[in-house]
């Protein structure tokens, strides 16, 4: 037989089972799980911001390079450390903005 079709009081003895709501779930508009994700996306904007900032050039990226030798006319780039972090934070960034936009869209 099918399961739609048991006769009336198929499995009696079987106790009945109450309707439970999925796990985590809370009636109601959850506003502090929404709050969350706008910190969450706001934070990711002022990150990607100082990270483009700091690659523009506005915001220094540490200190400045010493000067260079009297009598030398080759000038070699030198990487800080702030220049390997900052794409770091730009990944980082864009990634909280995701997760905060869809923690405030749907908690």
Not at 7 to 17: M, V
Not at 22 to 32: L, N, T
Request: glycine letters at 12%.
């Amino acid at each position: 037989m099918l399961p739609g079709n048991d006769p009336p009081g198929w499995r009696s003895e079987l106790p009945k089972l109450d309707k439970e709501p999925p796990v985590g779930y809370r009636r109601g508009w959850q506003i502090e799980e929404r709050l969350q994700g706008l910190g969450v996306f706001v934070l990711g904007v002022i990150g990607l911001t100082v990270a483009y900032l700091i690659f523009s050039g506005v915001l220094p990226a540490g200190l400045p390079p010493p000067k260079a030798p009297p009598g030398v006319l080759v000038q070699v780039p030198l990487f800080s450390a702030t220049s390997c972090i900052v794409p770091l934070i730009a990944l980082m960034s864009v990634a909280m903005i995701v997760l905060g936009l869809r923690r405030a869209i749907d908690p």
